[in-house]
């Protein structure tokens, strides 16, 4: 089960199985707040205890010197004239609903060719996982800020072909769409969430299709998407959130601010930027509470959405 | 990416046996036999074909990268290629000493802040899994839920108050807030995946040293921990890559050159170099993704097997 499958069951199945629990085992409440304190002391004092004062600080004028002056409501009203902010948001959005479902349909396209007991399955997969855990690294960031230079790899490779290719992260036009590529660049981790999904669906199914005349891309609709889509939500949700608070590769191609003219500006760097940069505090704890719910609302979206197109086998 | 979408046989494979469905689950095993026709060889080329197409295209930056680090700097910007006509080390030693200490010092930073990474995760996550898999108690469903929930928190939502709070204990330019959080298990990822892992150890092995008189604590050690090691294999990969990469923390507390770890060190070398340095910028990045790869290569089965596990219903 996944932590989302769990949630979503949590909330379904309320009391009812607590009783019987209870009456099976005995509670070792002593026992179990020991197993549990350090993880406690954490929500308490590095999770929730932070959200709280956050949300107060978002209400407060704070530059980490003089103490934090309550102002109302202006972090919020300045949020609502505050163009550069409006522009962060449109380019994390861009980000998030052009790369996602970029980097997942290429990790299924993948999963479905390598599913199969395919010679050499391991080597490709390896081949296609191993760049999902480079990418957030600051290194292929680097390697990003080069082959998508002026005179970098892409365009070397082009004026072989006699092509006179842009500087892509220098040209305002391009430079999010390499950022968004090297987003997709990373599909291997979902993509072996695929795989291992893929290996689930009985065989059966296909069996009996194929006695019925099924053709190969009637198989695909109404057998592998369905099966597949628990996985596919799953998916879905877990890089929308990713996606969301994405920065280190924005922050090292536009050398931290989030160029040229705003165009690789995402929220995180301008709350980064306001926070970090400036420390006007209370703003960018403003700005993290709206990330917060938009983030919620998004997730929320998706849980409501994913009854009417999200097929529970069992 | 879109002529490979057209012309990829995506949903070809479902009749790789269509003649034999008796041989379909061991395709492996048919093939080279003559049940194997010529048409599916063809296809299964192709498949190859396809496969190696996308794959060379996925790991050339790498690669080129690579070579590109063995290569005259001014090479970098005219040679697509890969071929190396002479290894030019160069790189890596002016690479090495180029920032305030050598580059190994900002490596020791990074290992001793994976290393206490790693500790505080096995520990505490274990312990709180353990509690969420095996025992009951007062607000266990509502506990539960937070610890999930607590999965997708936005890191941003805390970052200015975790920053005040650290700053004034004077932890600012020191390691502590980059390992403190991970031994009070606030990567809750990590005890979702040891609950899992522990709630597919029979009961029976707990029940059994419950008889001989084994409390809670030697249940935990000497039972559960030593049947879940592929599950803390799985957390300390996991661990390591992300800490080791972990850029937007060391950034935040790691001002002073002397406590920089790797990629903040990367960070200030990219920024300080002039156009004519990107071979040794480039030799100090693969310098940097070599321990993540190591490790992918050596524990590639736990990184798998953790993805998959954590990632299906």
Not at chain 1, 74 to 89: G, I, K, Q, V, Y
Not at chain 1, 101 to 120: C, E, S, T, Y
Not at chain 1, 137 to 143: E, G, K, N, T, Y
Not at chain 1, 169 to 198: C, Y
């Amino acid at each position: 089960m996944s932590a989302i499958s769990e949630l979503s069951s949590i909330t379904r199945r309320k009391g009812k199985a607590t009783a019987a629990e209870k009456k099976a085992n005995g509670r070792d409440n002593k026992a179990a707040y020991i197993f549990l304190l350090p993880w406690l002391v954490g929500l308490v004092a590095i999770t929730i205890g932070p959200m709280i004062m956050s949300l107060y600080l978002s209400f407060t004028d704070y530059n980490l010197l003089q103490p934090p002056e309550w102002v109302g409501l202006e972090n919020f009203t300045r949020m609502l004239s505050d163009a550069r902010l409006h522009n962060s948001l449109g380019v994390t959005f861009t980000y998030v609903f052009v790369g996602v479902p970029l980097q997942l349909a290429v990790a299924l396209l993948i999963a479905l060719v390598l599913d199969k007991g395919l010679r050499g399955l391991p080597f490709y997969r390896s081949v296609f996982y191993l760049p999902s855990l480079l990418g957030g690294s600051v290194a292929v960031a680097i390697l990003w800020k080069q082959i998508f230079g002026t005179t970098g790899l892409v365009n070397q490779v082009l004026a072989m072909f006699g092509i006179q290719g842009p500087g892509w992260i220098s040209d305002p036009s391009t430079a999010l769409g390499s950022i968004i590529l090297l987003h997709v660049w990373t599909f291997g981790a979902p993509m072996i969430i695929f795989l291992a999904g893929l290996r689930q669906i009985p065989h059966m199914y296909y069996e009996a299709a194929r006695v019925d005349g099924a053709t190969t891309l009637q198989q695909f609709w109404r057998i592998t998407l369905p099966m597949l889509s628990p996985i596919i939500f799953f998916n879905l949700v877990l890089q929308i959130i990713g996606s969301f608070q994405s920065f280190t590769q924005a922050f090292i191609v536009s050398g931290g601010n989030g160029g040229p003219s705003d165009s690789t500006m995402f929220f995180t760097l301008y709350l980064y930027q306001k926070g970090f940069g400036q420390f006007d505090m209370g703003y960018a704890s403003a700005m993290a509470w709206v990330l917060l719910v938009i983030i919620g609302v998004f997730t929320a979206i998706n849980f409501i959405a994913s009854k009417y197109w999200v097929f529970y086998d069992d | 990416m879109t002529t490979k979408l057209e012309t990829l046989p995506t949903p070809d494979k479902k009749s790789g046996g269509a003649g034999k469905p008796t041989n379909h689950r061991k395709p492996r095993e048919s093939r080279g036999t003559l049940a194997f026709s010529r048409a599916q060889r063809g296809k299964s080329l192709m498949k190859h074909g396809i496969l190696i197409l996308a794959g060379g295209l996925m790991i050339y930056p790498l690669l080129w990268m690579v070579v590109s680090s063995l290569r005259p700097n001014e090479l970098i910007f005219r040679e697509p290629g890969l071929w190396l006509n002479s290894l030019e080390m160069s790189n890596y030693t002016s690479g090495w000493s180029a920032l305030t200490h050598p580059f190994g010092h900002y490596m020791i930073n990074s290992a001793i802040v994976v290393i206490g990474s790693i500790l505080g995760n096995l520990i505490s996550c274990s312990m709180a899994a353990y509690a969420f898999a095996r025992l009951q108690f007062t607000a266990k469903k509502l506990l539960f839920g937070i610890m999930l929930l607590t999965i997708m928190l936005p890191f941003h939502v805390v970052i200015v108050p975790q920053y005040i709070l650290f700053s004034q204990i004077g932890w600012v330019n020191t390691f502590w807030p980059l390992i403190v959080p991970k031994l009070l298990a606030t990567e809750a990822f990590f005890v979702f995946l040891m609950v899992q892992f522990i709630r597919g150890i029979p009961r029976e092995l707990d029940e059994a040293a419950r008889i001989d008189g084994a409390g809670h604590p030697r249940i935990f050690l000497q039972v559960i921990l030593p049947l879940m090691v592929p599950a803390l294999a799985t957390t300390t990969i996991f661990t390591f890559i992300w800490t080791w990469n972990d850029f937007f923390g060391a950034l935040i507390y790691l001002t002073d050159p002397d406590m920089f770890t790797v990629p903040v060190a990367l960070r200030a070398f990219v920024d300080s170099q002039s156009a004519t340095s990107w071979g040794s910028l480039f030799a100090m990045s693969i310098v940097s993704l070599l321990p993540v790869f190591l490790v992918f290569l050596f524990g590639q089965r736990f990184l798998i097997k953790g993805i998959a596990t954590t990632g299906i219903k």
